[in-house]
Structure formats: structure tokens, C-alpha cells
């Protein structure tokens, strides 16, 4: 079955870069499908961070976009991410997801068990 | 951008029904399909409904989806212990070319 597990650092300095990689198992990436990542700060709700395809187009959320890389390595089944100049406010849980058919399909119907990664100095 | 508006929390005691709101605006709701997540504490989201009304395989059919005009509802019937939980609905935004999510709605089982 399609698994995916997140992986990076569980805490970043402020004003330094976040950087994630969501590994895919049991599908291939370049099959189809967007994938992308979504976050939920402690306590808080969730919140949309990016999307990408297997072609490297990427979709990210307005407010995070002049910070945000995302870019996929379809030989190694992994998609990452990359968040430039974080400061308290991007302390969450950070999930990797496999998206739905389309740009606007809302259908993550397959989730990564999330990485917690806290912004502290 | 602004989220989708829920209500905080919302509770029944086993065997009654649950309905959840999620409000929007034509950019969203309005104009595109609602998705529905279920949070088990501790645990990552789940996908519970998708394209407004439509339920995995494995979703039991106690939980129902629906959309009218700008606005979208999820049903708990027969609630079970096993659905407290939370519960967020999404939808794409064309005005932002983003997905919103809503803010959230902790259900309690009493």
C-alpha cells in the first residue's frame, strides 16, 4: 500500500532554512497524482503549505510563497520542501500528503504520520 | 486568506446525531467541491468526504456530506465514542488559487 514518511531536522534557528523530505513507498511518483505538504501548529488548525507534481510544477499558499521551495527527485520517490527565514510562528506539525488528481482536488487521501519540527533558538 | 468558518465544538451522546457547518464564499465553497478530515487525537487527519458528498471505502456510512450555495455540512449519525475527534473541511479558493481549510470542530461524545 502507498506510505509516505517525512524527514528533516526536529528543530531550526530562527532566520535559517526548514528543510523536509517526504519519502513515497509503494507508488511512484511520477505515476500521477499531486502530492504536497500541509501543516497544524500546536493547538491550531490546519493549514495548506504547497503542492507539487511529478513535472516539478509547484502551487504554494500566497502567504508562504516568497519563503517556500518545493521541488520533487523522482528517482529517489521523494518530494521536499524548503522554508527560508522561519521564525516562532512555523513551530508545527509538518505532514506530506498524496494529493488528489487535479491542482484544486482536495482529496489527501494519503498522509505521512507527520514530523513535528519546533523554531527556537 | 480567510478560512472556512465552523463551529468550535459541537456534542451528542452516543446514538444521537451530529451535524458539523462549514461556511464559505463563492470563491470557495460556492465554486468548487468541499472536502471533509477527521483528527483522532495524536493522530494525522484523515480523508472522511470528498467532491461534497461522496465517502472512501472504509468510511463508515453513518457519516454523510452535503452542499448547498456557499456553505457545507457534515452528519454524524448514530454517533459512536470512536468519533470524538476533529473535524475540518476544505475547499479550494479560486481568488487566492489556494486551498482553505475551515477553522475546526472538536466533537464530543458525552
Known amino acids: 500500500q502507498v506510505q509516505l514518511q517525512e524527514s528533516g531536522p526536529g528543530l531550526v534557528k530562527p532566520s535559517e532554512t526548514l528543510s523536509l523530505i517526504c519519502t513515497v513507498s509503494g507508488y511512484f511518483i511520477s505515476s500521477g497524482y499531486f502530492w504536497g505538504w500541509i501543516r497544524q501548529p500546536p493547538g491550531k488548525g490546519l493549514e495548506w503549505i504547497g503542492t507539487?507534481?511529478?513535472?516539478?510544477?509547484?502551487y504554494y499558499n500566497p502567504s508562504l510563497k516568497s519563503r517556500l521551495t518545493m521541488s520533487v527527485d523522482t528517482s529517489k520517490n521523494q518530494f521536499s520542501l524548503r522554508l527560508s527565514s522561519v521564525t516562532a510562528a512555523d513551530t508545527a506539525v509538518y505532514y506530506c500528503?498524496?494529493?488528489?488528481?487535479?491542482?484544486?482536488?482536495?482529496?489527501?487521501?494519503?498522509w505521512g504520520q507527520g514530523t513535528v519540527v519546533g523554531v527556537s533558538s | 486568506q480567510s478560512a472556512l468558518t465552523q463551529p468550535p465544538s459541537a456534542s451528542a451522546t452516543p446514538g444521537q446525531r451530529v451535524t458539523i457547518s462549514c461556511s464559505g464564499s463563492?470563491?470557495?465553497?460556492?465554486?468548487?467541491?468541499v472536502y471533509w478530515y477527521q483528527q483522532l487525537p495524536g493522530s494525522a487527519p484523515k480523508l472522511l468526504i470528498y467532491?461534497?458528498?461522496q465517502r472512501p471505502s472504509g468510511v463508515p456510512d453513518r457519516f454523510s456530506g452535503s452542499k448547498s450555495g456557499t456553505s457545507a455540512s457534515v452528519t454524524i449519525s448514530g454517533l459512536r465514542s470512536e468519533d470524538e475527534a476533529d473535524y475540518y473541511c476544505?475547499?479550494?479558493?479560486?481568488?487566492?488559487?489556494?486551498?482553505?481549510f475551515g477553522t475546526g470542530t472538536k466533537v464530543a461524545v458525552l
Open positions: 463563492s470563491s470557495n465553497i460556492g465554486s468548487n467541491f
Open positions: 500528503a498524496k494529493f488528489g488528481r487535479s491542482v484544486t482536488d482536495g482529496t489527501f487521501d494519503i
Open positions: 507539487i507534481y511529478h513535472s516539478g510544477n509547484t
Open positions: 476544505v475547499a479550494w479558493d479560486d481568488s487566492v488559487s489556494a486551498f482553505v
Open positions: 467532491t461534497n458528498d
